[in-house]
C-alpha cells in the first residue's frame, strides 16, 4: 500500500500542478520556463514529466574551469561519479552533470590575486562576504580588514558574513572565497611499483634493478623539485638541463641520485648556441617511472598527487627546489617589490600546486596567466603561469578567515563586467556540500530542484505537512488520522481547527438555534453553494459545546486553548468556548489550511455584545495574523492570471465579488495591511487595486498599512466607488459598474492628489500647507526614487513652491520614518532587592541575552553587530562575552550536522562552564543575573515564533548600537570642546584634536548607516 505522499504523486502531474503557478513551454520531452525563484529572462527552470522532477539552475559556459584533486578540469569533461573540490575543501562525487542552452546575461570577473577572467550566468550563485571600505581619508580605497593596525573606533570587518548571491549582485571589492585544505597526510614512503607502467626492457647501456620502495625524505622531495623544473625524461634515461653557471646545483642533483637509487650520473657541458650541463643518468625503469609520477612534457609537470597533503614544511621544501631550479627572487629596492619570489610555468597544474601549498604556508601568492604568443624574434611561447608571493608581507586587499573550522583565503573583486552571450552553458550537482571551485573561487551548485512537494513548498513557503495537505485535495487523496501521540503540535492544532471548522459547518446547516444566522446570510444575498465553499458556519450561544465535541474527539483542553478555540475562565479553573453565538467565517492560510475563525454577532445582538461585532481567533502556533488575508487560498491563481489583486475591507466584501465571479479579490478583514501580506501578494502580482475609503489621504496610508506597498514599490491604485456604498453593496446593485470601476482605477498618488485639491485652493497660502502635510508624508513613503522625484515635481508646480523646500522638508520627513521604533518591553514588577533603577540600555541589554539564551541560533548574527562593550552593564558584558565564546565552541563540536540543525544552549551546562571560567568571588556578580534572565525568557518570551523572536533581536541589536555610538559621539564632542577652551594647551595638542575631529566624522556616519 502507498503511503500518502506516494499516491498524492502517482495521481498528480508534476506539469499541471506547476502550469497553475508560472507558465510552461515545450522543449523536446521536457518542459521549461522562466525561474519564479530568480530574475531571469533566459529559461532556466526545467521540468521533466518523465522523471516527475523540475530543476532551475545557473550555469558556466563551455571552457570554464573547475578544481579537481589533480587540478583544474574544463567543466564540460566532468562527468558524473567524478570528485571535485567542494566549497569546505573537501572531496565530493558529482552526482549529476548539466548541458543547456543559453541567450543572455554573462557575468565576467576578475580578482586581485589572479588576472583570469572567470565567466558564469547572472543568476548562478557565489560565495562571497559583502566589505566595506576603510573611513580613514587616506585609505579610503582600502578595505577594512582583520589585519588592519588603524584605530578606528568601529572594526567593520566584524560584521563580515558569508552569504550566498547571485553573481549579478556582487560589486567590485566584494570577497570570494578559496578554501584552504588543512588535511595532512604524511606519506612515509611511495610504492615506485604501481609507477611502473612499461615491460622491462634493457633498452640503456646497463640497468640496475630499483627498489619497490622509497623513503619519503628531504633528499627525494629536493629531487623532484629539480625534476619538475629542470628534468626531462627519454624512453632510456632521465636528463636535467641546466646553465653553464649550475654547476653547484649540478652536483648537488648527481648527489641526490647516487644517494638515493645508487645511481651514477654523467654530465656534459654543451657549447656552442645551446650551451649549458646536461646531467644524464641512464635507467629506462627509472625514466618511466619519474615520467608517471611527475608528468611527461614541461606542459604536464606536477608534484607527485600522493604528495598533495604532506605537512606544509615538507612542502615547503618542494617549492624550495622548484624555486631555486626554475625561480626568480627580485633584488630591487624595497620599493621595488625586493625579496618578490617568482615562479613561472607552463604547467597549469603545478601553478595550481604551488598557490595551494603557499596558502597551505600562511602566504598570499598572486597568479598571473599569459596566453600564447609569438615574440618579435618569432619564438612561439605557450601559455604561461607565474606565481609570485612575498614572504614579509601580506596583501592590502586580501585576507584570510576561518569559518566553521575551514580556513579560506578571501579575494576581493578586481573587475566586474557584464555581456551578451549566446551558446552552451554547463552546471554540477555535487553530493552533500552543493558546492564546487570554479578556477579559483567557490560556487554553489545547481540551485533548487526536486519533486511536487518542494515546489509547492518553495512556492507558497510552507511546510512539507503542508504541502501535503494542500496536494492531497488537488489528489482526491483523504489523510487519515494517525495516533496523536506520533503528529507534531502543529498538526494537531490544524486538526482542531479542521474539525471546529466543521461542527460549525453542521450546526449552521441543522441547528434550529443557527435559523436566525442562516436567514442573515440569505438577506445579505449569500447563496447557499458560496456558504458551503467557503466553509462559512455557526457557533452555538453556549459556555462548551464546542469545547465537548473537541474533548469527545481525543483532544484535551491545553490543546484547544493553543488552537484559540477557548479561554480560561476568570474566577474557576478551566476553559470556555471562546466563540458563542456568532457567525464563523474561516481564516485559510494561501495553502487552503484552515488556521483560524472571524467570528461575527447576529445584528439583533449588537446593542448588547460587549466584545465587538467581529472578534477573531488570537495569535497561536498556525494563526499568525500578520501573514493571513482573507480569500486569498481561492483568489491566489486568479490574482496571477489577471496580473493584478483587488483588496477589500471586509468578509462579506469579498464573498458577494466571488460569488459574482470577481475572483481575485482578498479582505484585510479591516486591519491594516502588513509587511508580510505584502510579500505574499506580491508573490502572485505586483499590482494592488484598494476599494477603501481613502477620503483622508496620508491618515489613511499609514492605518491601512498602505505606506509599506508604495515602500515595496507596488504599483497601487484605488478603485472609486459611489459615497456611501461599499463593495458589498456595490457589486450586488451594479456588478458591471463595478468591473468598469476596476478598468478606471486610478494610481494611488494621483487619487491622493485629486482628493486633496478637490477641496483645497493651492493658491491659498494655508491650503498649501495643509496639501504640503497630507502629500509629503505620503510622497516620502514611496519605495522607487523616480518616483518620489515625480510627484515631489508635481506638488511643487500645483502649489508653487520651490523644489529645494520640498526636498528639504521631505529628507525630514524620511528620517522620522527611517527611525527605528523600539521593541515594546513587556512590564514586570520591579525586584525587591533592586534599590538602583535600571536605564532604558541595561534593560534591554538584559532582554537580548534572554532571547539569545531562547533563540541561541541568532547568537552569530548579534555577535557579528553588537561588540561586548556595547551591552549596558558590566555583568551583562561578561555574560555575552562569555556566551559568544561557549557557543563557538559548542558550534565546533557539531561539526557535521545537517545544515538547518539549530543549535541549543544547555543552561546548566553553560552555567557550570561558566564557573569554570571565574574566580568564587565573581560567581556570586553573574549567577544571580543568569538566573533572573533564563526565567524572564521564560516569562516574557516562551511562546515567540522563531521570526517573532528574530524581530525583537534585530530591533533591540539595532538600539544598542545605536546608543553605544551615540554615547561615544557625545563624548569626543565634550573632549574636542575642551581641548578648543583650553588656549593654553591647544597648539600642543593639534595632532589629538585632527584625530578626535576625524573619529567624530566617522561616528557620525555609522550614526547615519544605522538609520538615525
Same mark, same amino acid.
Given at each position: 500500500?502507498?503511503?500518502?505522499?506516494?499516491?498524492?504523486?502517482?495521481?498528480?502531474?508534476?506539469?499541471?500542478?506547476?502550469?497553475?503557478?508560472?507558465?510552461?513551454?515545450?522543449?523536446?520531452?521536457?518542459?521549461?520556463?522562466?525561474?519564479?525563484?530568480?530574475?531571469?529572462?533566459?529559461?532556466?527552470?526545467?521540468?521533466?514529466?518523465?522523471?516527475?522532477?523540475?530543476?532551475?539552475?545557473?550555469?558556466?559556459?563551455?571552457?570554464?574551469?573547475?578544481?579537481?584533486?589533480?587540478?583544474?578540469?574544463?567543466?564540460?569533461?566532468?562527468?558524473?561519479?567524478?570528485?571535485?573540490?567542494?566549497?569546505?575543501?573537501?572531496?565530493?562525487?558529482?552526482?549529476?552533470?548539466?548541458?543547456?542552452?543559453?541567450?543572455?546575461?554573462?557575468?565576467?570577473?576578475?580578482?586581485?590575486?589572479?588576472?583570469?577572467?572567470?565567466?558564469?550566468?547572472?543568476?548562478?550563485?557565489?560565495?562571497?562576504?559583502?566589505?566595506?571600505?576603510?573611513?580613514?581619508?587616506?585609505?579610503?580605497?582600502?578595505?577594512?580588514?582583520?589585519?588592519?593596525?588603524?584605530?578606528?573606533?568601529?572594526?567593520?570587518?566584524?560584521?563580515?558574513?558569508?552569504?550566498?548571491?547571485?553573481?549579478?549582485?556582487?560589486?567590485?571589492?566584494?570577497?570570494?572565497?578559496?578554501?584552504?585544505?588543512?588535511?595532512?597526510?604524511?606519506?612515509?614512503?611511495?610504492?615506485?611499483?604501481?609507477?611502473?607502467?612499461?615491460? #622491462?626492457?634493457?633498452?640503456?647501456?646497463?640497468? @640496475?634493478? /630499483?627498489? +619497490?620502495? =622509497? !623513503?619519503?625524505?628531504?633528499?627525494? *622531495?629536493?629531487?623532484?623539485?629539480?625534476?619538475?623544473?629542470?628534468?626531462?625524461?627519454?624512453?632510456?634515461?632521465?636528463?636535467?638541463?641546466?646553465?653553464?653557471?649550475?654547476?653547484?646545483?649540478?652536483?648537488?642533483?648527481?648527489?641526490?641520485?647516487?644517494?638515493?637509487?645508487?645511481?651514477?650520473?654523467?654530465?656534459?657541458?654543451?657549447?656552442?648556441?645551446?650551451?649549458?650541463?646536461?646531467?644524464?643518468?641512464?635507467?629506462?625503469?627509472?625514466?618511466?617511472?619519474?615520467?608517471?609520477?611527475?608528468?611527461?612534457?614541461?606542459?604536464?609537470?606536477?608534484?607527485?598527487?600522493?604528495?598533495?597533503?604532506?605537512?606544509?614544511?615538507?612542502?615547503?621544501?618542494?617549492?624550495?627546489?622548484?624555486?631555486?631550479?626554475?625561480?626568480?627572487?627580485?633584488?630591487?629596492?624595497?620599493?621595488?617589490?625586493?625579496? #618578490?619570489?617568482?615562479?613561472?610555468?607552463?604547467? @597549469?597544474? /603545478?601553478? +595550481?600546486? =604551488? !598557490?595551494?601549498?603557499?596558502?597551505? *604556508?600562511?602566504?598570499?601568492?598572486?597568479?598571473?596567466?599569459?596566453?600564447?604568443?609569438?615574440?618579435?624574434?618569432?619564438?612561439?611561447?605557450?601559455?604561461?603561469?607565474?606565481?609570485?608571493?612575498?614572504?614579509?608581507?601580506?596583501?592590502?586587499?586580501?585576507?584570510?578567515?576561518?569559518?566553521?573550522?575551514?580556513?579560506?583565503?578571501?579575494?576581493?573583486?578586481?573587475?566586474?563586467?557584464?555581456?551578451?552571450?549566446?551558446?552552451?552553458?554547463?552546471?554540477?550537482?555535487?553530493?552533500?556540500?552543493?558546492?564546487?571551485?570554479?578556477?579559483?573561487?567557490?560556487?554553489?551548485?545547481?540551485?533548487?530542484?526536486?519533486?511536487?512537494?518542494?515546489?509547492?513548498?518553495?512556492?507558497?513557503?510552507?511546510?512539507?505537512?503542508?504541502?501535503?495537505?494542500?496536494?492531497?485535495?488537488?489528489?482526491?487523496?483523504?489523510?487519515?488520522?494517525?495516533?496523536?501521540?506520533?503528529?507534531?503540535?502543529?498538526?494537531?492544532?490544524?486538526?482542531?481547527?479542521?474539525?471546529?471548522?466543521?461542527?460549525?459547518?453542521?450546526?449552521?446547516?441543522?441547528?434550529?438555534?443557527?435559523?436566525?444566522?442562516?436567514?442573515?446570510?440569505?438577506?445579505?444575498?449569500?447563496?447557499?453553494?458560496?456558504?458551503?465553499?467557503?466553509?462559512?458556519?455557526?457557533?452555538?450561544?453556549?459556555?462548551?459545546?464546542?469545547?465537548?465535541?473537541?474533548?469527545?474527539?481525543?483532544?484535551?483542553?491545553?490543546?484547544?486553548?493553543?488552537?484559540?478555540?477557548?479561554?480560561?475562565?476568570?474566577?474557576?479553573?478551566?476553559?470556555?468556548?471562546?466563540?458563542?453565538?456568532?457567525?464563523?467565517?474561516?481564516?485559510?492560510?494561501?495553502?487552503?489550511?484552515?488556521?483560524?475563525?472571524?467570528?461575527?454577532?447576529?445584528?439583533?445582538?449588537?446593542?448588547?455584545?460587549?466584545?465587538?461585532?467581529?472578534?477573531?481567533?488570537?495569535?497561536?502556533?498556525?494563526?499568525?495574523?500578520?501573514?493571513?488575508?482573507?480569500?486569498?487560498?481561492?483568489?491566489?491563481?486568479?490574482?496571477?492570471?489577471?496580473?493584478?489583486?483587488?483588496?477589500?475591507?471586509?468578509?462579506?466584501?469579498?464573498?458577494?465579488?466571488?460569488?459574482?465571479?470577481?475572483?481575485?479579490?482578498?479582505?484585510?478583514?479591516?486591519?491594516?495591511?502588513?509587511?508580510?501580506?505584502?510579500?505574499?501578494?506580491?508573490?502572485?502580482?505586483?499590482?494592488?487595486?484598494?476599494?477603501?475609503?481613502?477620503?483622508?489621504?496620508?491618515?489613511?496610508?499609514?492605518?491601512?498599512?498602505?505606506?509599506?506597498?508604495?515602500?515595496?514599490?507596488?504599483?497601487?491604485?484605488?478603485?472609486?466607488?459611489?459615497?456611501?456604498?461599499?463593495?458589498?453593496?456595490?457589486?450586488?446593485?451594479?456588478?458591471?459598474?463595478?468591473?468598469?470601476?476596476?478598468?478606471?482605477?486610478?494610481?494611488?498618488?494621483?487619487?491622493?492628489?485629486?482628493?486633496?485639491?478637490?477641496?483645497?485652493?493651492?493658491?491659498?497660502?494655508?491650503?498649501?500647507?495643509?496639501?504640503?502635510?497630507?502629500?509629503?508624508?505620503?510622497?516620502?513613503?514611496?519605495?522607487?526614487?523616480?518616483?518620489?522625484?515625480?510627484?515631489?515635481?508635481?506638488?511643487?508646480?500645483?502649489?508653487?513652491?520651490?523644489?529645494?523646500?520640498?526636498?528639504?522638508?521631505?529628507?525630514?520627513?524620511?528620517?522620522?520614518?527611517?527611525?527605528?521604533?523600539?521593541?515594546?518591553?513587556?512590564?514586570?514588577?520591579?525586584?525587591?532587592?533592586?534599590?538602583?533603577?535600571?536605564?532604558?540600555?541595561?534593560?534591554?541589554?538584559?532582554?537580548?541575552?534572554?532571547?539569545?539564551?531562547?533563540?541561541?541560533?541568532?547568537?552569530?548574527?548579534?555577535?557579528?553587530?553588537?561588540?561586548?562593550?556595547?551591552?549596558?552593564?558590566?555583568?551583562?558584558?561578561?555574560?555575552?562575552?562569555?556566551?559568544?565564546?561557549?557557543?563557538?565552541?559548542?558550534?565546533?563540536?557539531?561539526?557535521?550536522?545537517?545544515?538547518?540543525?539549530?543549535?541549543?544552549?544547555?543552561?546548566?551546562?553553560?552555567?557550570?562552564?561558566?564557573?569554570?571560567?571565574?574566580?568564587?568571588?565573581?560567581?556570586?556578580?553573574?549567577?544571580?543575573?543568569?538566573?533572573?534572565?533564563?526565567?524572564?525568557?521564560?516569562?516574557?518570551?516562551?511562546?515567540?515564533?522563531?521570526?517573532?523572536?528574530?524581530?525583537?533581536?534585530?530591533?533591540?541589536?539595532?538600539?544598542?548600537?545605536?546608543?553605544?555610538?551615540?554615547?561615544?559621539?557625545?563624548?569626543?564632542?565634550?573632549?574636542?570642546?575642551?581641548?578648543?577652551?583650553?588656549?593654553?594647551?591647544?597648539?600642543?595638542?593639534?595632532?589629538?584634536?585632527?584625530?578626535?575631529?576625524?573619529?567624530?566624522?566617522?561616528?557620525?556616519?555609522?550614526?547615519?548607516?544605522?538609520?538615525?
Amino acid at each position: 500500500m502507498l503511503n500518502p505522499s506516494d499516491e498524492i504523486k502517482s495521481k498528480l502531474d508534476i506539469v499541471e500542478v506547476i502550469r497553475e503557478y508560472i507558465q510552461l513551454k515545450a522543449a523536446g520531452i521536457n518542459f521549461r520556463a522562466t525561474c519564479p525563484f530568480h530574475q531571469e529572462k533566459t529559461p532556466s527552470f526545467m521540468v521533466s514529466p518523465e522523471k516527475q522532477i523540475w530543476h532551475c539552475f545557473g550555469c558556466f559556459p563551455k571552457g570554464s574551469l573547475i578544481k579537481t584533486a589533480t587540478g583544474l578540469i574544463p567543466i564540460e569533461k566532468a562527468r558524473r561519479g567524478d570528485y571535485i573540490i567542494s566549497a569546505g575543501g573537501r572531496k565530493k562525487k558529482i552526482n549529476l552533470t548539466m548541458r543547456r542552452d543559453y541567450q543572455g546575461t554573462m557575468i565576467s570577473l576578475r580578482t586581485r590575486k589572479n588576472n583570469e577572467i572567470v565567466n558564469l550566468t547572472a543568476d548562478h550563485r557565489v560565495f562571497a562576504i559583502k566589505t566595506v571600505n576603510c573611513k580613514q581619508k587616506s585609505r579610503r580605497t582600502r578595505l577594512c580588514q582583520s589585519r588592519c593596525k588603524q584605530n578606528c573606533p568601529t572594526k567593520y570587518y566584524h560584521n563580515y558574513k558569508i552569504i550566498e548571491v547571485a553573481a549579478n549582485k556582487l560589486k567590485i571589492n566584494d570577497y570570494l572565497l578559496y578554501p584552504i585544505v588543512k588535511k595532512i597526510n604524511d606519506n612515509k614512503i611511495i610504492n615506485l611499483k604501481k609507477y611502473l607502467k612499461r615491460e #622491462e626492457n634493457n633498452y640503456g647501456p646497463r640497468i @640496475r634493478k /630499483l627498489p +619497490e620502495k =622509497i !623513503k619519503v625524505s628531504n633528499k627525494l *622531495l629536493k629531487l623532484l623539485g629539480y625534476y619538475i623544473t629542470e628534468g626531462s625524461n627519454h624512453r632510456a634515461y632521465i636528463r636535467f638541463s641546466l646553465s653553464a653557471e649550475e654547476t653547484d646545483l649540478a652536483e648537488e642533483i648527481k648527489q641526490l641520485i647516487k644517494g638515493i637509487f645508487n645511481f651514477s650520473t654523467g654530465l656534459y657541458l654543451r657549447r656552442g648556441d645551446k650551451s649549458g650541463l646536461e646531467l644524464t643518468c641512464y635507467n629506462s625503469n627509472l625514466s618511466n617511472i619519474f615520467e608517471n609520477l611527475c608528468g611527461k612534457g614541461a606542459v604536464n609537470k606536477h608534484i607527485p598527487f600522493e604528495l598533495n597533503y604532506l605537512s606544509p614544511a615538507k612542502q615547503k621544501i618542494i617549492v624550495g627546489a622548484i624555486l631555486r631550479g626554475d625561480g626568480y627572487i627580485s633584488k630591487g629596492s624595497r620599493k621595488g617589490r625586493a625579496g #618578490e619570489r617568482q615562479i613561472t610555468t607552463v604547467s @597549469r597544474v /603545478l601553478a +595550481e600546486q =604551488i !598557490k595551494d601549498i603557499l596558502l597551505r *604556508l600562511g602566504q598570499q601568492p598572486g597568479l598571473t596567466q599569459e596566453n600564447a604568443k609569438v615574440d618579435r624574434t618569432g619564438v612561439r611561447h605557450q601559455d604561461s603561469f607565474t606565481i609570485r608571493w612575498r614572504e614579509d608581507l601580506r596583501g592590502n586587499y586580501s585576507d584570510f578567515l576561518v569559518h566553521k573550522n575551514i580556513r579560506y583565503w578571501l579575494l576581493p573583486v578586481r573587475e566586474l563586467k557584464r555581456k551578451k552571450f549566446k551558446g552552451e552553458v554547463y552546471n554540477l550537482n555535487i553530493a552533500q556540500d552543493h558546492s564546487y571551485i570554479a578556477n579559483h573561487f567557490a560556487v554553489s551548485n545547481c540551485g533548487k530542484g526536486g519533486d511536487v512537494f518542494s515546489f509547492v513548498m518553495e512556492m507558497e513557503g510552507i511546510s512539507f505537512v503542508e504541502a501535503l495537505r494542500l496536494l492531497a485535495q488537488k489528489a482526491g487523496v483523504v489523510l487519515k488520522k494517525v495516533d496523536p501521540k506520533l503528529t507534531s503540535q502543529r498538526n494537531r492544532l490544524l486538526d482542531i481547527v479542521e474539525l471546529a471548522e466543521k461542527y460549525f459547518q453542521q450546526t449552521l446547516r441543522e441547528r434550529s438555534e443557527a435559523a436566525a444566522a442562516r436567514k442573515y446570510l440569505q438577506d445579505r444575498g449569500l447563496t447557499e453553494e458560496t456558504i458551503n465553499n467557503w466553509q462559512v458556519g455557526y457557533s452555538l450561544a453556549s459556555w462548551d459545546s464546542l469545547l465537548n465535541f473537541l474533548k469527545n474527539r481525543g483532544f484535551n483542553e491545553n490543546e484547544i486553548f493553543l488552537a484559540g478555540l477557548s479561554v480560561k475562565k476568570e474566577k474557576t479553573p478551566g476553559f470556555i468556548d471562546r466563540f458563542r453565538g456568532r457567525i464563523m467565517f474561516p481564516l485559510k492560510d494561501a495553502s487552503g489550511n484552515t488556521v483560524g475563525f472571524s467570528a461575527r454577532v447576529l445584528p439583533e445582538r449588537e446593542a448588547e455584545e460587549k466584545l465587538g461585532k467581529y472578534i477573531n481567533t488570537p495569535q497561536t502556533m498556525i494563526y499568525d495574523k500578520s501573514k493571513v488575508l482573507f480569500g486569498l487560498d481561492k483568489a491566489r491563481m486568479p490574482i496571477k492570471k489577471e496580473d493584478r489583486a483587488v483588496l477589500v475591507e471586509g468578509q462579506m466584501d469579498a464573498l458577494t465579488a466571488h460569488q459574482h465571479g470577481f475572483t481575485n479579490v482578498v479582505a484585510s478583514s479591516g486591519t491594516a495591511l502588513t509587511t508580510d501580506q505584502i510579500g505574499i501578494l506580491k508573490r502572485y502580482s505586483p499590482n494592488l487595486f484598494l476599494a477603501f475609503d481613502m477620503d483622508q489621504a496620508g491618515d489613511l496610508a499609514a492605518e491601512r498599512g498602505i505606506a509599506q506597498a508604495m515602500q515595496a514599490e507596488m504599483n497601487i491604485k484605488v478603485i472609486a466607488i459611489p459615497q456611501g456604498k461599499d463593495p458589498d453593496e456595490f457589486i450586488k446593485q451594479n456588478p458591471e459598474g463595478w468591473r468598469e470601476a476596476i478598468s478606471c482605477a486610478k494610481p494611488v498618488m494621483q487619487y491622493y492628489f485629486d482628493k486633496t485639491f478637490a477641496k483645497l485652493n493651492p493658491s491659498q497660502y494655508d491650503d498649501k500647507r495643509q496639501a504640503v502635510k497630507i502629500l509629503l508624508p505620503v510622497i516620502a513613503k514611496l519605495g522607487n526614487k523616480i518616483e518620489q522625484d515625480h510627484w515631489l515635481k508635481k506638488l511643487s508646480q500645483i502649489i508653487d513652491t520651490s523644489e529645494a523646500v520640498l526636498k528639504e522638508a521631505l529628507v525630514e520627513i524620511a528620517k522620522k520614518f527611517k527611525s527605528l521604533t523600539p521593541p515594546k518591553i513587556a512590564k514586570r514588577p520591579v525586584e525587591e532587592n533592586q534599590q538602583i533603577k535600571q536605564s532604558r540600555e541595561e534593560m534591554l541589554s538584559e532582554l537580548l541575552l534572554a532571547l539569545l539564551l531562547k533563540q541561541p541560533a541568532q547568537i552569530e548574527y548579534v555577535a557579528n553587530r553588537v561588540g561586548p562593550d556595547e551591552m549596558a552593564g558590566e555583568v551583562s558584558q561578561f555574560i555575552y562575552r562569555n556566551l559568544i565564546i561557549y557557543y563557538n565552541k559548542a558550534n565546533e563540536a557539531i561539526v557535521g550536522q545537517p545544515s538547518d540543525f539549530i543549535p541549543t544552549i544547555d543552561y546548566q551546562r553553560f552555567t557550570n562552564w561558566l564557573g569554570e571560567q571565574t574566580d568564587q568571588p565573581q560567581t556570586s556578580a553573574w549567577e544571580g543575573r543568569l538566573n533572573r534572565l533564563v526565567l524572564l525568557a521564560d516569562k516574557d518570551f516562551y511562546d515567540y515564533s522563531f521570526e517573532q523572536a528574530k524581530h525583537e533581536i534585530i530591533n533591540i541589536a539595532a538600539i544598542l548600537k545605536k546608543s553605544y555610538l551615540s554615547n561615544r559621539l557625545r563624548e569626543i564632542a565634550r573632549l574636542i570642546s575642551q581641548i578648543e577652551k583650553d588656549n593654553t594647551s591647544r597648539g600642543d595638542r593639534q595632532g589629538e584634536l585632527k584625530s578626535l575631529l576625524e573619529e567624530f566624522k566617522t561616528l557620525t556616519e555609522e550614526i547615519k548607516e544605522t538609520g538615525e
